[in-house]
């Protein structure tokens, strides 16, 4: 029910995307002027002076998606603080895949992100998202998630 992904087993029914990680240098510097800009304006939480996980690249094909979550959890995930997502692909490359953002548990209450290419959304790693399936055409994206040394509280 599942496919093995180098270190973890991914749930195909909770998400089905294909991805890749990658800790080049220069993307990571780019990201992490981003996420500190962000949080000095906005979060105001404590982050890590090291990085601790790789960069995401996400492809979507026709059918593939994410289902709601947080990037926030249990395990290994419980210092990640703040998550970042660059839009790679142009608008008009795809349809459905988008990435919605919601207030949980009301999940009437939601927003759904801009498309852009080259589009950069800061978020806080506790707040539930996904991205819908994809109808036609392919959908990147890259994401990465900045920690802090002690758990969110």
């Given at each position: ?81 703040l998550s970042i ?37 800061v978020f806080d790693?506790r707040v539930h ?25």
């Open positions: 029910k599942g496919l093995v992904n180098k270190d973890f087993v991914v749930d195909i029914s909770e998400r089905n995307v294909n991805i890749q990680f990658s800790t080049t240098n220069w993307i990571n510097a780019l990201l992490c002027g981003y996420i500190r800009y962000a949080n000095h304006a906005n979060f105001h939480y404590d982050l890590s002076d090291w990085d601790k996980e790789a960069l995401q690249i996400s492809k979507y094909s026709k059918g593939e998606f994410y289902k709601m979550h947080m990037d926030f959890g249990p395990d290994t995930h419980m210092t990640r603080k997502t660059v839009q790679l692909s142009d608008e008009n490359d795809y349809e459905g895949g988008d990435l919605i953002f919601y207030n949980y548990p009301d999940e009437k209450q939601r927003v759904t992100s801009v498309r852009g290419k080259g589009s950069i959304i790693s998202h996904e991205v819908t399936p994809v109808t036609k055409g392919v959908r990147y994206s890259l994401v990465k998630w900045y920690h802090g040394d002690e758990p969110l509280k």
